[in-house]
């Protein structure tokens, strides 16, 4: 059986694919791209166990949203594919989802950790700390798990589709991030910023564990969220998202933040002192 998907949407899909290993984000035959078409009431995924060398529009699997079943494609959809669907059934603004095991991510997630912000190059993308889910309990993990990842992932977010559009990636504990956007190549983007902010954030820690935002430019998080030393096993589970959906990219648009810089908003110029006078240099 075939299934008419929107124009686009499986070059976008297999082109987004194909970069997780180009933007070193996948070992082996790691992670997954999937994009939907609410039209068609289907989505389409990454097959499960090719590698990415032999990845072709023909592997693609569409995968109806509804009970997640494959209605085109002869491979089975990617194992994370109930994941997928179960995040699309919960947040309707997205288009596409990015899963990788990209390392530096990775490593906040196995440390159960949230991504915290530490500066504008997180909070031009990510409203807030990338929070880490709890673990899932053994029952979660003995029947449906990969649907249950999903399922907590949209428990951590409480539903929310707006706090989904302003932070748009959440870890799984002991597991890995998951990404999304508008499209499945917005979600490729972020899953690529995501693993640079840990990658800087573990750096910046290093340099020096007291590392924080300034708390007069960004709001505090919690400081199980924050701490510059890892966690132990025993985090608050019930604590409040560590970020109002009023945000911390509003505080960045405009207004005169604590640190004593007027921000400029979203692509209306220079974001920061030192990128206007880069760009008022004579050329
Ligand atoms: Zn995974």
Redesign the pocket.
Known sequence: MTARVRDGLRHEVLDANLTIPQAGLATLT?GNVSGVDRQAGVFVIKPSGVPYQDLALDHLVTVRLSDGKAVDGDLRPST?TETHRCLYLAFPSIGGIT?T?STHAVAFAQTRRDIPVLGTTHADTFDGPIPCTPDLTPDQCKEDYEYNTGRIIADLLKGDDQRATEVPAALVAN??PFTWGPTARTSLEHAIICEAVADMAINTLALSPTAHHPHTCWPATTPANTAPTPTTATRDRGRPLPQSPVSLRARLSGRPGGCGVVRPSRGSGPRSPARGAAQNRPR
Do not use: A
Request: glycine residues 16%.
């Open positions: 790691w994370d899963h095991h597991h890995g």
